[in-house]
Nanobody
Framework: QVQLVESGGGLVQTGGSLRLSCAASGGTISRYVMSWFRQAPGNEREFVAGISWTGGNTYYAASVKGRFVISRDNAKNTVYLQMNSLKPEDTAVYYC??????????WGQGTQVTVSS
């Protein structure tokens, strides 16, 4: 059973940056495609970014492409989301998830990101 714990969220001004971390325990993430999702109040949870097993392929939602960068360190069992040029519409709870065979098996508890205007 893999446990995922996100950290790094907080309050930042428009244009600022944050780096989120997702630390795994209870198993290795090296066998999983890892993704970040977010959910703003009143909205559905939406995909933000994903990264393949080795980190060779990355995927982004159109709304964050060019501003966010997903990366992973399998040796540290951790996935990161570097968020730059933040906007108020990026305000949400951010979750990481581990996927195999197209199914998200494990989710973290989320970390709050608030971008002030």
């Amino acid at each position: 059973q893999v446990q995922l714990v996100e950290s790094g969220g907080g309050l930042v001004q428009t244009g600022g940056s944050l780096r989120l971390s997702c630390a795994a325990s209870g198993g290795t993430i090296s066998r999983y495609v890892m993704s970040w999702f977010r959910q703003a109040p009143g909205n559905e949870r939406e995909f933000v970014a994903g990264i393949s097993w080795t980190g060779g392929n990355t995927y982004y939602a159109a709304s964050v492409k060019g501003r966010f960068v997903i990366s992973r360190d399998n040796a540290k069992n951790t996935v990161y989301l570097q968020m730059n040029s933040l906007k108020p519409e990026d305000t949400a709870v951010y979750y990481c998830a581990a996927e195999t065979s197209g199914q998200y098996d494990y989710w973290g508890q989320g970390t709050q990101v608030t971008v002030s205007s």
